[in-house]
């Protein structure tokens, strides 16, 4: 309601100031002004619920409050050096570089790789099959995933363990989340699997814009299909594969929920990350 | 005598060519397996009883009952997902509407200060909610809508804003403009122009920018776990985490919620997997 109206007003003072152009040149500038309308809300949700909360919270970060007088006294960056300080904090430093590590592995080249396969394929049918059969777990909730895999990974009703048992590898068999040694891991190879579908897919569509004329030009002068990964495919996504490299790593120090809802950190402080500790 | 060898290194070669492919098809197929597997696991585990999910975890389930997805359903699984419902559905609302406006001024209108409209706006997507959360509990708290579902509305809408901006803005940049030239020529508001015509040109951008924010919001986890804890305000991620407190050792109704929950977003994701791919190749193809 109150947008049509505005859009009414502006209408009008926009239409009145083109008839007088030359001696109006301020009611032009009030037009272009009003313009700003279109962007109001995005600019003030944006500025009050993303950027406002940041600030602040750096505001507070600088300060210690007496919880039982609320007075406030400015310690400057001491917080910080305290945070340094404490053994947990580095290991869940080391847990979120080998997650950020086994991610680039697996979700940065693996997901290349298995991309390429795919669009290799002659069927377009086929193709579009795997592809979406690939990023069905990235479309679940990480509450279902980690669940899920909190089922799996137990000893007694678990796939897995049942599995390595069928194998003959039963040696293996063991509580993988309360598992000191094995829990992060777990964790790091359930989000693997929630994820690399999800890069797949962007690769797949960073494939789909190379030139088809590139590879048959290849073909005819005798490249085999791993000359052609690496000569052209590689080349031409290499814009995406740092881009992918970049968010990957980026996300891996941000991991919260995968922990959050399997482990909480646990056992024994092993699977804490920078996210859960922090909480 | 060279024919003959020739014809012979091809057939050798052909031969490895049908090794390879098979070992990459059969490949395929293992990652299939390994991917879909354990979400008909979760399925059947849905129709099982405790008894047997604790008998072998590879049997299919003896009697194929709906007893569980029933309970699951009652036990809150109903009020979860109808919360959850109207969060994705109005914050999907929100969020493509204030973008495309947003989108709109920025590309059609003779709006001051663009460049630094589109920094503050697309910076936006720099910005991490972990960092955010504290704060913003303060400031919820403060406005009276912690713990609504009103909360979870303004946040993924003002979350959201900056790429779904960013993505129909890129779309617009891309239409022609004579259409709107056209239009303001014979006398058309900006509004009209707006509505009339360029909204309905973005309309395969603006489905796959819904499709995009329905997959985040039906899925968030960390915004939906702090700000909200009464049960008729939960969604359905968080939810399932009470469901597993409540119900922790019946497995089969845990299993048949979690299926629940995740069925109707793998439905979506099928039935519009086109739109959802060029979302995402707009996105990332700029």
């Not at chain 2, 070669?13 to 696991?41: D, H, K, Q």
């Not at chain 2, 940049?173 to 239009?183: I, K, Y």
């Not at chain 2, 048949?256 to 109707?264: D, K, Q």
């Amino acid at each position: 309601m109150m947008v049509a109206t505005a859009e009414k007003v502006s209408a009008v003072a926009y239409g009145a100031a083109r008839r007088r152009w030359a001696s109006k040149k301020v009611r032009v500038r009030l037009g272009n002004l009003l313009s700003l309308r279109w962007a109001a809300i995005a600019l003030i949700l944006v500025g009050w619920f993303v950027y406002y909360p940041i600030v602040d919270n750096f505001i507070v970060s600088t300060t210690d409050e007496d919880i039982y007088t609320g007075e406030v006294t400015n310690v400057g960056l001491a917080n910080y050096d305290r945070l340094l300080h404490d053994p947990i904090v580095l290991v869940a430093l080391f847990n979120n570089c080998l997650y950020a590590l086994i991610s680039v592995v697996f979700q940065v080249f693996g997901a290349f790789l298995l991309a390429a396969i795919i669009e290799d394929l002659r069927s377009e049918r086929w193709r579009r099959f795997w592809r979406a059969v690939y990023f069905v777990p990235s479309a679940i909730s990480i509450t279902v995933t980690g669940l899920l895999f909190y089922f799996i990974y137990q000893p007694q009703i678990g796939l897995l363990d049942a599995a390595l048992a069928r194998l003959g590898l039963g040696q293996l068999v063991q509580p993988w989340l309360g598992n000191e040694h094995t829990a992060i891991y777990a964790i790091i190879a359930m989000s693997q699997w929630q994820g690399f579908g999800y890069t797949t897919l962007l690769f797949a569509i960073a494939i789909q814009k190379i030139p088809r004329d590139l590879y048959d030009a290849a073909t005819m002068d005798g490249a085999g299909a791993l000359r052609r990964l690496w000569n052209i495919t590689f080349p031409l996504t290499r814009e995406m594969t740092g881009l992918m490299v970049i968010v990957t790593v980026a996300g891996a120090f941000q991991v919260f929920n995968e922990v959050m809802v399997m482990t909480a950190g646990g056992p024994n402080n092993s699977s804490q990350v920078l996210g859960t500790w922090l909480y | 005598m060279n024919a003959t060898l020739a014809a012979g290194r091809a057939r050798h070669v052909n031969a490895w060519a049908v090794i390879a492919r098979t070992l990459l098809y059969s490949f395929l197929v293992c990652l299939g397996v390994v991917v879909i597997y354990p979400l008909v696991w979760m399925a059947f585990n849905g129709f099982k009883d405790n008894a047997q999910i604790f008998g072998d975890p590879f049997a299919l389930p003896a009697r194929w009952s709906w007893g569980n997805y029933v309970q699951a359903w009652n036990h809150g699984v109903r009020d979860y997902v109808t919360v959850s419902v109207l969060v994705t559905v109005a914050s999907a609302m929100c969020t493509v509407l204030i973008s495309a406006w947003t989108a709109f001024g920025l590309t059609r209108t003779k709006m001051p200060a663009k460049p630094l409209v589109v920094a503050i706006v697309l910076g936006g997507l720099m910005l991490s909610p972990t960092v955010a959360v504290i704060p913003l509990v303060k400031m919820l708290q403060a406005l009276g809508l912690y713990n609504t579902y009103w909360a979870l509305i303004i946040l993924y809408t003002a979350f959201r804003v900056p790429f779904t901006t960013f993505l129909i803005r890129a779309y617009m940049l891309d239409l022609p403009r004579d259409l709107d030239e056209a239009a303001t020529m014979d006398g058309a508001s900006e509004g009209q122009v707006f509505w009339r015509i360029i909204l309905p040109l973005c309309r395969p951008i603006i489905i796959s920018c819904v499709i995009l924010h329905v997959l985040f919001a039906w899925n968030e986890y960390l915004f939906a776990m702090i700000f909200t804890s009464g049960a008729h305000v939960q969604t359905l991620p968080v939810g399932l985490t009470s469901i597993m407190a409540k119900h922790g050792t019946n497995y089969p109704v845990v299993f048949a919620a979690m299926t629940i929950s995740a069925l109707p977003i793998v439905v979506v994701f099928f039935a519009a997997q086109r739109y959802f791919i060029r979302g995402l190749s707009e996105g990332i193809g700029k």
